[in-house]
């Protein structure tokens, strides 16, 4: 076997290799690149040894931005002292951008000068666009848990959310919170047509009741199902008087008969509203009052909006 058998396997091997590797010197000159990073860079055609990636910005102009990278993290890497990872995405030859993950040791000799850089690239856009796709789907799973499955508007878990992040923020000046409302509503007897007229209709009305009190709230409101017939609307920065007309607009609208499935249906709602921060400093506090204003509405026969008050 010739002396040299075992660095010519060696290099064989290291052609073989899918990743990029490329040593350089203590003073960036290129040492050695694989075949496929050669094929990249389009290199095959010239002898590469003792270049610079600075040489090749001109040599190569249609990768100059990926030498100019290189220059800048072989850098980072020697600033470092250890091995370094950085990413960096193109176009690859199959028309798509191509992340790379590129992990960067540098080595150095005993007086501590620059010795040796060894660089290995790895394609990492499948892995990328796993992540991105998992991402996605979390994402898609953690919206889920904040809807209503029948309505498609926020749960209670999402509306409450909603409005607990509103009221944390901050107002200016810091002392003089910015007034707001918490309209809390359902659907008079709705128990009875429920349980006259069968489930399936009951939902279709509850659909339609969400729709239309969408329509009826403002573009900045907050809207919510609580669960069975009750909802809540959460006005922010809104004083009394216009949380009062929002609230009319919305009784009268509710009132209107309903046409669903055929069936002609005649209900009211009744609405609570408690006010921030009279009425409270944060969402369980104003849901509980807002709760016993629309109790109190009840009380006052059906199709009431009744404000929540201490006293």
Same mark, same amino acid.
């Given at each position: 076997?010739?002396?040299?058998?075992?660095?010519?396997?060696?290099?064989?091997?290291?052609?073989?290799?899918?990743?990029?590797?490329?040593?350089?010197?203590?003073?960036?000159?290129?040492?050695?690149?694989?075949?496929?990073?050669?094929?990249?860079?389009?290199?095959?055609?010239?002898? @590469?040894?003792?270049?610079?990636?600075?040489?090749?910005?001109?040599?190569?102009?249609?990768?100059?931005?990926?030498?100019?990278?290189?220059?800048?993290?072989?850098?980072?890497?020697?600033?470092?002292?250890?091995?370094?990872?950085?990413?960096?995405? !193109?176009?690859?030859?199959?028309?798509?951008?191509? /992340?790379?993950?590129?992990?960067? /040791?540098?080595?150095?000799?005993?007086?501590?000068?620059?010795?040796?850089?060894?660089?290995?690239?790895?394609?990492?856009?499948?892995?990328?666009?796993?992540?991105?796709?998992?991402?996605?789907?979390?994402?898609?799973?953690?919206?889920?848990?904040?809807?209503?499955?029948?309505?498609?508007?926020?749960?209670?878990?999402?509306?409450?959310?909603?409005?607990?992040?509103?009221?944390?923020?901050?107002?200016?000046?810091?002392?003089?919170?910015?007034?707001?409302?918490?309209? @809390?509503?359902?659907?008079?007897?709705?128990?009875?047509?429920?349980?006259?007229?069968?489930?399936?209709?009951?939902?279709?009305?509850?659909?339609? !009741?969400?729709?239309?009190?969408?329509?009826?709230?403002?573009?900045?409101?907050? !809207?919510?199902?609580?669960?069975?017939?009750?909802?809540?609307?959460?006005?922010?920065?809104?004083?009394?008087?216009?949380?009062?007309?929002?609230?009319?607009?919305?009784?009268?609208?509710?009132?209107?008969?309903?046409?669903?499935?055929?069936?002609?249906?005649?209900?009211?709602?009744?609405?609570?509203?408690?006010?921030?921060?009279?009425?409270?400093?944060?969402?369980?506090?104003?849901?509980?009052?807002?709760?016993?204003?629309? @109790?109190?509405?009840?009380?006052?026969?059906?199709?009431?909006?009744?404000? @929540?008050?201490?006293?």
């Amino acid at each position: 076997m010739p002396p040299n058998a075992d660095h010519v396997d060696f290099l064989s091997l290291l052609n073989a290799i899918q990743e990029f590797i490329v040593v350089k010197d203590g003073a960036g000159r290129w040492l050695f690149c694989n075949k496929t990073a050669l094929a990249a860079y389009e290199m095959s055609s010239f002898d @590469y040894v003792g270049i610079t990636d600075v040489e090749l910005l001109t040599l190569q102009p249609k990768f100059a931005e990926g030498f100019a990278r290189n220059v800048e993290t072989d850098e980072l890497a020697w600033r470092n002292r250890r091995a370094t990872i950085v990413e960096k995405s !193109f176009m690859g030859q199959d028309n798509r951008i191509n /992340t790379w993950e590129v992990i960067k /040791t540098p080595s150095f000799n005993a007086d501590g000068t620059r010795y040796r850089l060894l660089i290995v690239s790895r394609n990492i856009t499948e892995r990328k666009l796993a992540e991105k796709a998992l991402q996605a789907s979390e994402e898609r799973f953690k919206n889920l848990a904040h809807l209503d499955a029948l309505t498609g508007i926020s749960n209670r878990r999402g509306i409450l959310d909603l409005i607990a992040h509103a009221l944390a923020q901050p107002t200016t000046p810091a002392s003089t919170p910015l007034p707001s409302a918490l309209i @809390y509503m359902d659907l008079d007897r709705f128990k009875l047509i429920n349980d006259q007229r069968g489930h399936e209709l009951g939902d279709e009305l509850l659909i339609a !009741f969400a729709r239309r009190t969408r329509l009826c709230l403002r573009e900045g409101d907050l !809207f919510g199902r609580i669960g069975g017939d009750e909802f809540v609307a959460f006005l922010p920065h809104t004083d009394q008087e216009q949380a009062l007309q929002v609230a009319s607009r919305l009784c009268e609208s509710l009132s209107h008969r309903w046409n669903v499935k055929g069936q002609e249906i005649h209900t009211t709602s009744s609405i609570g509203i408690a006010f921030f921060p009279e009425a409270g400093d944060d969402v369980h506090t104003l849901l509980r009052h807002a709760d016993e204003a629309l @109790y109190q509405a009840k009380r006052a026969g059906r199709s009431q909006i009744k404000v @929540y008050s201490a006293q």
